[in-house]
């Protein structure tokens, strides 16, 4: 029964060094960030693709996160883009559970000084 043991417990051994490695869990590959721009006219794209309606939007964020919660989401606005378009698409992500998200690329609407 001692001997039956000891094999299993070397098996599971075993197993725990190689899904975490030896130095411990192995670190998730951090993945590009995700485009996400908000047009002229309030459309939205998905890595430069027209989305048609806020459910595939919601799909495609809820399926992202859910392989890497860890995805950085970069928001690009234009300068035509409604405020309720961009408050919408945060909404949407705020829902879906996206906890890594950002407005990039706003240096452009900052006046000179």
């Known amino acids: ?20 490695g030896q130095n411990g869990p192995r670190p998730a590959a951090h993945a590009a960030p995700v485009s996400v721009r908000i ?18 939007l919601r799909s495609r964020l809820i399926g992202t996160t859910k392989r890497n919660p860890d995805t950085d989401f970069h928001i690009t ?8 378009a961009v ?8 829902r ?5 998200i950002g407005i990039v690329e706003t240096e452009k609407y900052v006046p000179d000084r």
């Open 77 to 84: 606005v234009s300068s035509k883009a409604s405020y309720a």
């Open 96 to 100: 879906a559970g996206v906890h890594r």
């Open 39 to 56: 047009g002229d006219n309030d459309e939205v794209y998905w890595n430069g693709n027209r989305l048609h309606n806020d459910a595939e």
């Open 1 to 20: 029964m001692r001997a039956r043991l000891t094999a299993i417990s070397t098996v599971f051994a075993v197993l725990a060094l190689t899904s975490c």
């Open 87 to 94: 408050s919408h698409v945060l909404k949407i992500a705020q």
